[in-house]
């Protein structure tokens, strides 16, 4: 993988987990401090995809080779502000949630707290993959990604049986079921980037030097 390349989306994701992180302990334990940290984390991932997005064009030559070359640095690149855009679905629910004064149950925390704490794990695996390129990481994410997004596809069905029986009111449903079709985004982009490392990785011209004119 290029070097360059490789530490801006290393940046990126760190602040990824970053705003995750905040935004877990903004469904925790809600303040206004911590919505105004994961909305200031947010500006600073869009000016560094955009860097990223930029960097990668600049260094990209003007053939057909090079177009090549860059297609799967701009792909990842793309499920990386696709990511960001999922935890700021988070934010704008968490919002919701406190404005609106919407309470879930004990059950329905537990499984928002469950997907949150494996979408931060899988974060972590990931930001461990770009720096290693190790394919035992990638082939782990993998595995579990696909275990939670079975696993948070349950707790959709099963919130169904809850409202149905009055353990859950409707007004809390379209936030439970927002945060956690958003978390499933961010674990189904985690997937899509860590393959695209391992593609990256493996290409015998993944450097830029052999697309050199």
């Given at each position: 993988m290029d070097i360059e390349i490789k530490e801006k989306i290393i940046t990126v994701c760190e602040s990824l987990k970053k705003?995750?992180?905040?935004?877990?302990?903004?469904?925790?334990?809600?303040?206004?401090?911590?919505?105004?940290?994961?909305e200031e984390v947010k500006d600073k991932i869009h000016h560094y995809s955009s860097q990223l997005t930029s960097f990668i064009i600049s260094k990209s030559p003007s053939t057909e080779k090079g177009r090549e070359w860059a297609k799967p640095y701009l792909s990842i690149a793309s499920s990386l502000d696709r990511m960001t855009y999922n935890i700021e679905g988070i934010l704008g629910r968490l919002r919701a949630k406190s404005q609106n004064h919407i309470f879930f149950s004990d059950q329905a925390v537990k499984e928002v707290n469950d997907v949150f704490q494996e979408a931060m794990r899988l974060l972590e695996n990931l930001l461990n993959l770009v720096t290693t390129e190790n394919k035992l990481v990638a082939q782990r994410i993998g595995e579990e990604g696909r275990v939670m997004l079975k696993i948070a596809n349950g707790f959709s069905e099963v919130h169904e049986e809850r409202l149905i029986?009055?353990?859950?009111?409707?007004?809390s449903s379209p936030v439970y079921l927002g945060m956690i079709e958003s978390l499933k985004g961010v674990i189904v982009h985690i997937l899509e980037v860590s393959g695209k490392i391992v593609a990256v990785s493996s290409k015998p011209d993944a450097r830029i030097s052999s697309v050199d004119p």
């Open positions: 705003m995750l992180a905040l935004a877990f302990d903004g469904f925790r334990r809600p303040t206004e401090k911590s919505s105004k940290d994961a029986q009055g353990i859950c009111v409707p007004k």
